[in-house]
């Protein structure tokens, strides 16, 4: 067997690549490694899903696989990925699962484990729950088979900790006086997210709010964004906010119906914790892939700028170490360490509203902190990736690029964690020119591998 295990769990079309008997396996496996507590004493495990069609079965035997090893089960239902993790931490649980392939379409699926702290598990703690799938199966459990409990109406807590982030206790209504569209992407957040931003003052007109387990990210969402601008010009809205099918994205649109990506979003939150004091260290971290723009935008405040490799993994990693409180990317998916310990976007969208509400003024002034500079992408596949590392025309190649460029714009050439292939990544102030270098390189990244 390959390493199960990606980058974000377990994930692949669901009844060919995951099916029944790798769930209840990995879950099985799962609890071994994440419920070691004294015999006779059963721990207990969140499980939530998003609205696929598959989660059905596929939740099924992840609970089954836990209760048959010996943990109880909440089942918190269709619920965001990022409130399965803080339900993990706030009702004490040993453990979470979600059922999601996040943004990625509807025959796929996935499932992902958070430990007691709501936040997601390390590499060496995957490697053991992978190394317990070939051990001897269990019988009955020293403290008895799990039991099985539905706790969907946990939602409710996990909205209160969203409304509290922002001072929408009581009487406070944080975002009254804004129309907003919500794109739901027919996803996890379809009930809860128009209900927060209503709950906090805010006129909501949802989209993507009729999931029929095939539906989700399909033309709708942060993923394709297109839907909310229509919609945002359409209703006359202050701005729109656009998650993914687990909601632990979230992108937004200007009244003007202009995208307002996660480098923005992170820049406007940056600055706003920043004049508030809040902003450890001034520093807010990044991804290699943030935008120049976004470094020359918080180097005019004064914030320093900590850089990870792609990946939340990396941005969790690095603000854990240097006590931030604040990180994010490009896709939307921003950290607040304050108040969550993984990405979610339905907590980003209130903190991004609350900030644009206090301001008094409109989300695309707040945005323009910050210069995109034109940003080219080009992935190379069909290349030995090692091969590529290793060349030294590229290297050569990439120097002369930066050189010709200076201090007007940035390369970055790197493989794919993800597939097989090679990413070249050119920024500069002309988009024809990032183009020209983007093409010169990718030529490059294949004449090597």
């Known amino acids: 067997m390959g390493k199960l295990f990606g980058t974000d769990g377990v994930r692949g079309v669901a009844g060919r690549d995951l099916g029944v008997h790798l769930a209840a396996s990995v879950a099985a496996a799962a609890a071994a490694v994440l419920a070691r507590r004294p015999a006779a004493s059963r721990p207990t495990a969140v499980v939530g899903r998003d609205p696929r069609a598959s989660g059905d079965f596929l939740e099924a035997a992840v609970v089954a696989g836990l209760a048959g090893s010996g943990v109880d089960v909440l089942r918190l239902g269709v619920l965001p990925t990022p409130a399965v993790a803080y339900l993990t931490e706030a009702l004490g649980a040993d453990f979470g699962v979600v059922l999601s392939a996040s943004h990625n379409p509807a025959p796929d699926n996935g499932i992902k484990f958070f430990g007691r702290r709501g936040m997601k598990l390390p590499d060496e703690v995957e490697d053991q729950i992978e190394a317990a799938m070939s051990g001897p199966p269990g019988g009955v459990p020293d403290g008895g088979f799990g039991r099985v409990r539905e706790a969907a109406g946990e939602a ?8 509290a982030s922002v001072g929408a206790t009581g009487p406070a209504r944080p975002l009254a006086g804004l129309r907003v569209v919500a794109d739901c992407a027919h996803g996890a957040a379809w009930r809860i997210a128009p209900r927060l931003l209503r709950d906090a003052g805010a006129e909501v007109i ?3 709010t009729e999931p029929d387990g095939l539906n989700i990210n399909s033309g709708c969402g942060s993923t394709s964004i297109g839907a909310l601008q229509q ?12 998650f993914d099918g687990d909601a632990d994205r979230c992108l937004a649109v200007d009244g003007a119906g202009e995208v307002v990506d996660g480098d923005q979003i992170l820049a406007v939150l940056a600055l706003a914790l920043h ?21 020359l935008a918080m180097a005019r405040a004064g914030i320093d700028v900590v ?3 792609v990946g939340d993994r990396h941005l969790l ?6 006590e931030y409180a604040l990180g994010g990317e490009q896709s939307g998916h921003i950290i607040m360490l304050d108040h969550a310990g993984t990405g979610d976007g339905l907590l980003t969208s209130v903190q991004l509203l609350a900030t644009v509400a206090a301001s008094g003024r409109p989300l ?3 945005a323009s902190v910050m210069t995109r500079y034109p940003q080219v992408l080009v992935n190379v596949h069909g290349v030995d990736k090692a091969k590529v590392a290793g060349s030294l025309a590229l290297a050569a190649a990439v120097e002369a690029a930066r050189a010709e460029l200076g201090q007007s714009g940035r390369v970055l050439v790197r493989p794919s964690g993800t597939e097989p292939a090679v990413r070249v990544m050119v920024e500069a102030t002309d988009g024809d020119r990032a183009r020209e270098l983007a093409d010169r390189l990718a030529g490059v990244v294949r004449g090597a591998g």
């Open 317 to 322: 990693a690095a603000m854990l170490r240097g």
């Open 156 to 163: 409710d807590r996990y909205v209160a900790h969203l409304l």
């Open 206 to 208: 949802a989209i993507g």
């Open 275 to 295: 004049r508030a004091g809040r902003l450890p260290g001034s520093t807010v971290v990044a991804t290699v892939m943030a935008n120049l723009g976004f470094r």
């Open 364 to 366: 695309a002034e707040l």
């Open 231 to 242: 919609a945002v010009v359409a209703h006359r809205a202050d701005a729109g906010v656009a």
């Open 307 to 309: 850089e990870t490799p």
